[in-house]
């Protein structure tokens, strides 16, 4: 991004100068052949495609050929968006996103990645301690996690996706609504008796 255009740095360039690359630094210091250069054209039609929600819905709204050039869209872009970075929830925040007793682990994950979202980007071990922190204390992945702890956020993925796929299956095999609490040890244990009404 610190390519130079007609000798003056781009806005959006100027912009993300400040913060470090989220590339690592094989991506970051890859040499383009000599003469590459994307053309601003295919610069402004490969931009839609990195957007989705809000941003695209903005994008779909603008006026018909009003984005000549990519300096063009970055401005209409960061006057639109650049605003709504001062508004970041502080970190701590993620730390009081808490399970509630008849979510199911799925959709406290899920609802934990939407608020992640309002941050700045964490380091993987504050992520998963928030998380950790936010498990429902009686829940199956919380005993797990207290006798097995796992290495790092991606090793917890992977557990906890584990005991989504045994959530959303014993739901389904004891035809218990969704949002029903989690089921107990002594409740995962016992039979269906097909003569209760």
Not at 28 to 52: E, I, Q, Y
Request: glycine content about 6%.
């Amino acid at each position: 991004m610190d390519q130079k255009r007609d000798g003056k740095e781009s806005l959006v360039d100027n912009l993300f100068q400040h913060k470090e690359s989220i590339f690592t630094e094989e991506v970051s210091n890859f040499d383009l052949p000599g003469r590459f250069k994307t053309p601003d054209a295919v610069a402004c039609r490969a931009f839609p495609l990195t957007l989705s929600g809000k941003a695209r819905d903005w994008l779909r709204n603008l006026p018909p050929r009003s984005i000549d050039n990519l300096d063009t869209l970055g401005r209409k872009f960061l006057a639109q968006f650049v605003s709504g970075r001062a508004r970041r929830k502080p970190r701590g925040y993620l730390l009081s996103v808490r399970q509630v007793p008849n979510e199911s682990l799925k959709d406290y994950l899920w609802r934990f990645n939407q608020e992640k979202l309002e941050i700045e980007s964490e380091p993987d071990d504050f992520i998963y301690g928030a998380i950790f922190q936010g498990l429902k204390e009686d829940g199956l992945l919380m005993a797990d996690l207290v006798l097995k702890p796992p290495k790092d956020l991606h090793t917890f993925m992977i557990k906890a996706d584990r005991y989504i796929n045994q959530e959303e299956t014993l739901r389904a095999l004891l035809g218990a609504p969704k949002q029903l609490e989690e089921p107990s040890f002594e409740k995962l244990t016992k039979k269906k008796n097909p003569e209760a009404t």
